[in-house]
């Protein structure tokens, strides 16, 4: 209880970690009339879920030579991001009314298809300015203020493909307190995409132009030749802090959801804590009480079931080096998430360092590979492994392995689309470098240390002779069971997986890292206790083959966790095309693996020091 609670004020301290920033990330201070530099990072689209380079649409964009890429990082790159440098001309505090990006654009056939298919697709283009991403600005039916990431490259209604071609800029400034002269930082980057006709604005030889009529708006049409580009910059002043910029990105507006979320996975954690509650206290106290006593020894055995089965439930199962395999992929995937929530929730991984997230994931993972390999390496040998050479080779290469391959098939689908999403050849070549070079080694010496140790200790003896499984209810059936105790972790986390699976297909941030730990908390937890639950069922029915179904059983919330993604995809993504819908059930597939991985793990675990506590606890002649 005093767990929860503890847990509880944590979220509710960390839920505007935005806020929080590691040292060295730190301000940019702009003199008045300093250059602001806008930057292109990608164009993207929640109906395909494909990014493309900011100049793959015709646009206004420097000559080919003075194009600048900027240095991504590993989560950039994975990301699909290419930022590279635009013609946008902007200074500290100097507002421009109006001006031409650049000389009219000429178009081609293909251009004007290519544009008009972007719009369709409802494409948006995305920029930074001092490392922080622009936003729409719009107003919702309640009157409330709502930001879209980006800005759309058009709009498409009755037939008619409009563009918007000129950007009102809006930059929002704070004055850096004692600072002599002043400097300032930028805490606001938003714009308003209008679409204009050439014959709404009057130009200047300077370059310079005068909005003279709104009405008319600029269409997408097979025989247009020429497109221009304008944009106004208007500056204000703000009482927002620099730390705090990013809360008009991070802030949700429906906080409640997640308390409900909070409260509803407690109350199931809470009534499996009470089904623990009654079967340790009651149940298993009584047992082991009545059964510690010599004198009615053989009465004892037949009343209760889970202790005829002492002299076979310690007996090695089957294909043990890959339970092995997947039970150290499960540890390393535990403590990558553990870890990486944990960063998250103090700051240490703000969106203002971007791809960091998925490059801690990545890195942590990799380094988390000397305690997947040590756990793996001590299991194997109590389950009485001798292959330890072939079964650390298996923990090191069956979960990366299968994530790679299918990432490698996903990537030649992105490739032949053309999309900045596609991982390039180098980046492949140094994930290759991190698994072999870094990943492969430490779990062979983590499984070769955990093989030299001493096995986990039984506290029983193993019979010669197997024991006979008497036949089960048909509530214990392995499938039957696995759906029932699937349920209650799903239902724990389902409520925070939709807006994890928003904030990946719907190009929204998510930074609730404190609800999300508290979170993963409970998962662990609820998969711990139904794990306990159900095998302590099965040794009721003398049924000892518990190696396994522990695992499978505690890991069926991952099934849930499929159906739930393939009802996403159904009712809130509009994807139509192939490609786009084999990415989609691709990278779901990556995930509800992972995930089996690492609740059947953990599943696992509380099993086996569940029945290593309450084995040790009867005396065995």
């Known amino acids: 209880m005093y767990v929860m609670f503890y847990l509880l004020t944590i979220a509710l301290l960390f839920q505007h970690g935005s806020a929080f920033y590691i040292p060295g990330v730190a301000p940019v201070e702009f003199g008045e009339g300093d250059p602001v530099d806008i930057k292109g990072v990608k164009i993207t689209s929640t109906k395909?879920?494909?990014?493309?380079?900011?100049?793959?649409?015709?646009?206004c964009s420097p000559p080919e030579e003075q194009i600048e890429h900027r240095q991504e990082n590993l989560g950039e790159v994975l990301r699909g991001d290419r930022i590279v440098n635009t013609l946008y001309k902007v200074t500290m505090k100097g507002s421009i009314e109006c001006r031409r990006l650049c000389a009219p654009i000429k178009l081609t056939k293909e251009d004007i298809k290519k544009m008009t298919e972007r719009i369709r697709e409802e494409y948006s283009l995305h920029l930074i300015a001092d490392n922080l991403p622009v936003a729409t600005r719009i107003m919702t039916s309640n009157e409330d203020v709502m930001y879209i990431h980006g800005y759309q490259l058009g709009t498409f209604a009755a037939q008619t493909t409009v563009i918007n071609n000129h950007l009102d800029f809006h930059f929002k400034y704070h004055v850096v307190e004692d600072s002599e002269p002043p400097v300032y930082r930028i805490v606001g980057f938003e714009v308003m995409p209008r679409s204009l006709n050439e014959k709404s604005f009057k130009f200047n030889d300077d370059g310079s132009c005068k909005i003279v009529d709104q009405s008319e708006f600029k269409q997408i049409k097979p025989e247009m030749g020429e497109l221009t580009y304008t944009y106004a910059v208007h500056w204000s002043e703000s009482d927002i802090q620099w730390a705090s910029r990013w809360d008009t990105y991070l802030k949700m507006s429906d906080v409640q959801?997640?308390?409900?979320?909070?409260?509803?996975?407690?109350?199931?954690?809470?009534?499996?804590?009470g089904?623990?509650?009654?079967?340790?206290?009651?149940?298993?106290?009584r047992d082991i009480a009545r059964y510690n006593k010599d004198e009615d020894l053989e009465d004892t055995l037949e009343e209760t079931g889970w202790k005829l089965v002492h002299g076979d439930v310690f007996r090695p199962p089957k294909y043990r080096t890959f339970l092995a395999a997947i039970i150290g992929a499960g540890i390393q995937i535990f403590f990558m998430a553990l870890i990486t929530i944990g960063m998250a929730m103090f700051g240490m991984l703000s969106p203002s360092r971007r791809g960091a997230l998925l490059s801690a994931c990545l890195f942590l993972f990799v380094f988390m590979g000397v305690f997947a390999g040590y756990f793996a390496g001590r299991m194997y040998k109590t389950m009485k492994?001798?292959?330890w050479k072939g079964a650390g080779l298996m923990t090191a290469l069956f979960y990366p392995g299968i994530m790679f391959s299918i990432s490698f098939l996903l990537n030649f689908l992105i490739w032949g689309k053309q999309s900045s999403g596609a991982v390039p050849f180098t980046t492949l070549i140094a994930l290759l470098c991190m698994w072999f070079g870094i990943s492969l080694p430490l779990v062979l010496l983590g499984f070769y240390f955990g093989f030299r140790k001493q096995p986990y200790e039984f506290p029983v003896r193993t019979n010669q002779i197997p024991r006979q499984v008497p036949e089960q209810v048909w509530y214990m059936n392995p499938l039957l069971s696995t759906l029932m105790a699937g349920i209650l972790p799903f239902g724990a986390v389902f409520i925070e997986l939709f807006f994890i699976l928003t904030a990946i297909w719907e190009n929204q941030f998510y930074y609730m890292f404190g609800f999300l730990f508290v979170v993963f908390v409970i998962l662990i937890v609820s998969c711990a206790q139904i794990s306990i639950v159900m095998v302590y069922f099965q040794l009721c029915g003398e049924d000892y083959h518990w190696w396994w179904r522990s695992f499978i059983v505690s890991g069926g919330s991952a099934f849930y966790v499929l159906l739930y993604a393939v009802f996403y995809f159904m009712t809130k993504l509009e994807i139509t095309q192939f490609v786009p819908a084999l990415l989609y059930y691709g990278y779901t597939f990556m995930m509800v693996f992972s995930f089996w991985l690492l609740t059947g793990t953990i599943g696992f675990c509380a099993a086996y020091v569940f029945i290593t506590t309450i084995y040790g606890a009867v005396k065995i002649d």
Not at 257 to 273: E, G, Q, R, Y
């Open 275 to 285: 089904i623990l509650a009654m079967i340790m206290i009651r149940t298993l106290r």
């Open 257 to 273: 959801i997640h308390w409900f979320s909070i409260i509803n996975s407690m109350v199931v954690v809470f009534f499996l804590a």
């Open 385 to 387: 492994g001798t292959m």
């Open 48 to 59: 395909t879920q494909l990014p493309y380079e900011f100049y793959s649409v015709p646009m």
